[in-house]
Nanobody, 121 residues
Framework: QVQLVESGGGLVQPGGSLRLSCAAS??????????MGWYRQVIGKERELVAT???????TYADSVKARFTISRDNAKATVYLQMNSLKPEDTALYYC?????????????WGQGTQVIVSS
């Protein structure tokens, strides 16, 4: 029923920019108890929370990406974005889209398959 499909990853030089997109099932974007987020993971390390955005558009960021990354959403397109500027080699990771929400007293959680970001000269 619910799918998250990431896109926009790729290879960029340090200091460059990328914009990741996460297209979701339209039905969940009308839920006002949801939180969507971007996570990233490198082999051998724990999956790290990068940024979150609520249905009311409140946002949070990891300290490592503050002032460089911006999370946003477009309900009409059922899409969440992650604008990444001033990219550093340490931003290299597999980036995952994530959603958690409550409907009729039940909690639901979904993950995308991930999109690769490589920052290298």
């Amino acid at each position: 029923q619910v799918q998250l499909v990431e896109s926009g990853g790729g290879l960029v030089q340090p200091g460059g920019s990328l914009r990741l997109s996460c297209a979701a099932s339209r039905s969940i974007f009308s839920i006002n108890t949801m939180v969507m987020g971007w996570y990233r993971q490198v082999i051998g390390k724990e999956r790290e929370l990068v940024a979150t955005i609520t249905s009311g558009s409140s946002t949070t960021y990891a300290d490592s990406v503050k002032a460089r990354f911006t999370i946003s959403r477009d309900n009409a397109k059922a899409t969440v974005y992650l604008q990444m500027n001033s990219l550093k080699p340490e931003d290299t990771a597999l980036y995952y889209c994530h959603v958690i929400y409550v409907r009729l007293g039940r909690t639901y959680e979904y993950w995308g398959q991930g999109t690769q970001v490589i920052v290298s000269s």
